[in-house]
């Protein structure tokens, strides 16, 4: 059975740090793009960062310099390590995993399996 099941959220202060992870199973995240998306409320989710079968990555703009995503050594975990939040960085955090050389890092597009979120509440 495929589970992505994400972790870490929580309320942090502006310019503060958080440490989402997204657990895996049931497949071989070797084969697999995966990424992090969030959606703001009242908002389009958007993709956040994203980690390639080949080791490649891609950040959205807003990501770039403050958010790293990695993998543990297992390759069952994928991590993103967010810092200098920022409030507009609130919103539910989720994983999503993908096979198809169509994978979008930006939209999701043809990811095939995703978690439940995290709830990232970036406040004063």
């Known amino acids: 059975q495929v589970r992505l099941v994400e972790s870490g959220g929580g309320l942090v202060r502006p310019g503060g740090s958080l440490r989402l992870s997204c657990a895996t199973s049931?497949?071989?995240?070797?084969?697999?793009?995966i990424g992090w998306f969030r959606q703001a409320p009242g908002k389009k989710r958007e993709g956040v960062s994203s980690?390639?079968?080949?080791?490649?990555?891609y950040y959205a703009n807003s990501a770039k310099g403050r958010f790293t995503i990695s993998r543990d050594n297992a390759k069952t975990t994928v991590y993103l390590q967010m810092s200098s939040l920022k409030p507009e960085d609130t919103g539910v955090y989720y994983c999503?995993?993908?096979?198809?050389?169509?994978?979008?890092?930006?939209?999701?597009?043809?990811?095939?399996?995703w978690g439940k979120g995290t709830l990232v509440t970036v406040s004063s």
């Open positions: 049931g497949f071989n995240l070797d084969y697999y793009t």
């Open positions: 999503a995993a993908g096979s198809s050389d169509y994978v979008s890092p930006v939209t999701g597009y043809d990811m095939d399996y």
């Open positions: 980690l390639n079968s080949d080791g490649s990555t």
